[in-house]
């Protein structure tokens, strides 16, 4: 092969899955040796970008399965210490997610009653109260006294839609990936290949949410059937929400950096 077939694929990412548990990035030329020394198996799982699903390595690499190697001793490796993460396809499952959110609700509801408080909560409210009980017959009063209440109230409710926005976008861009309900459940959200995810997709990623909503919640419902447990939102974002914490999986690949550059799994 010459220098450029050789250079796409020592530097092609695959990553190997055994028993429950995803390794790697490795180089295709790693994999490739490993598989006819013996030190992976043909039934072991791969998966690198472009792939649908995981598959066998012996359906990735069917011509190292003879005797006959097909590329050139390998390059460096281009991770020194290959890091161990929790399969792909654990996915957080609807109900565990739906217990997260109600944690987390439970945790902005109490900034959040602050803030309704701090900006004449309690007198809206009362006034709201008084209106009710004096036209309870007069539907056009009630209208007036409801529209009242939202117009006094909205700054309130517009900085605890920046609060919960903002909570949900930083926690889960954090090392943390996760809110404080996630953490609790052991669940975390991730890129499409495991990884944490940026700012500026969580930030985006809680709007989405809204339109999971207003399609009478099927967006958060599409949790419970679709292949990779996604949401709505989930799709629109391109995340995946995983179960295991994000402190967990970096402690195990501290673990395993003594093995670098060599697969033991």
Same mark, same amino acid.
Not at 106 to 129: F, H, V, W
């Given at each position: 092969?010459?220098?450029?077939?050789?250079?796409?694929?020592?530097?092609?990412?695959?990553?190997?899955?055994? #028993?429950?548990?995803?390794?790697?990035?490795? =180089?295709?030329?790693?994999?490739? +040796?490993?598989?006819?020394?013996?030190?992976?198996?043909?039934? #072991?799982?791969?998966?690198?970008?472009?792939?649908?699903?995981?598959?066998?390595?012996?359906?990735?690499?069917?011509?190292?399965?003879?005797?006959?190697?097909?590329?050139?001793?390998?390059?460096?490796?281009?991770?020194?210490?290959?890091?161990?993460?929790?399969?792909?396809? #654990?996915?957080?499952?609807?109900?565990?997610?739906?217990?997260?959110?109600?944690? #987390?609700?439970?945790?902005?509801?109490?900034?959040?009653?602050?803030?309704?408080?701090?900006?004449?909560?309690?007198?809206?409210?009362?006034?709201?109260?008084?209106? +009710?009980?004096?036209?309870?017959?007069?539907?056009?009063?009630?209208?007036?006294?409801?529209?009242?209440?939202?117009?006094?109230?909205?700054?309130?409710?517009?900085?605890? =839609?920046?609060?919960?926005?903002?909570?949900?976008?930083?926690?889960?861009?954090?090392?943390?990936?996760?809110?404080?309900?996630?953490?609790?459940?052991?669940?975390?959200?991730?890129?499409? +290949?495991?990884?944490?995810?940026?700012?500026?997709?969580?930030?985006?990623?809680?709007?989405?949410?809204?339109?999971?909503?207003?399609?009478?919640?099927?967006?958060?419902?599409?949790?419970?059937?679709?292949?990779?447990?996604?949401?709505?939102?989930?799709?629109?974002?391109?995340?995946?929400?995983?179960?295991?914490?994000?402190?967990?999986?970096?402690?195990?690949?501290?673990? =395993?950096?003594?093995?670098?550059?060599?697969?033991?799994?």
């Amino acid at each position: 092969m010459d220098a450029i077939d050789y250079a796409e694929h020592a530097f092609m990412e695959v990553w190997i899955g055994r #028993d429950g548990e995803r390794h790697g990035p490795y =180089t295709e030329v790693e994999v490739r +040796q490993w598989l006819r020394s013996g030190q992976v198996s043909a039934s #072991d799982l791969g998966w690198h970008e472009g792939l649908a699903d995981w598959q066998p390595l012996s359906a990735l690499f069917p011509e190292e399965l003879s005797p006959s190697p097909a590329y050139p001793p390998r390059m460096p490796p281009v991770q020194s210490a290959p890091t161990t993460t929790a399969a792909l396809d #654990d996915n957080a499952g609807f109900w565990k997610r739906v217990a997260a959110y109600f944690i #987390d609700s439970i945790i902005l509801s109490i900034p959040g009653a602050l803030i309704e408080k701090m900006m004449g909560g309690d007198a809206a409210q009362a006034t709201l109260e008084q209106a +009710q009980a004096a036209a309870s017959d007069d539907a056009q009063a009630l209208l007036a006294a409801l529209s009242q209440y939202y117009t006094t109230m909205t700054p309130a409710f517009l900085i605890i =839609t920046a609060m919960i926005w903002l909570y949900f976008a930083i926690c889960e861009s954090s090392a943390w990936q996760a809110t404080l309900g996630k953490l609790v459940l052991r669940i975390r959200v991730t890129d499409m +290949q495991g990884e944490r995810i940026s700012f500026l997709r969580a930030f985006g990623r809680y709007p989405a949410k809204y339109l999971s909503a207003l399609i009478l919640g099927i967006g958060f419902l599409m949790v419970g059937w679709t292949q990779r447990k996604q949401g709505l939102h989930d799709l629109i974002a391109n995340t995946l929400v995983l179960n295991g914490r994000a402190g967990e999986l970096k402690d195990a690949g501290k673990k =395993t950096g003594a093995n670098a550059g060599s697969f033991n799994a």
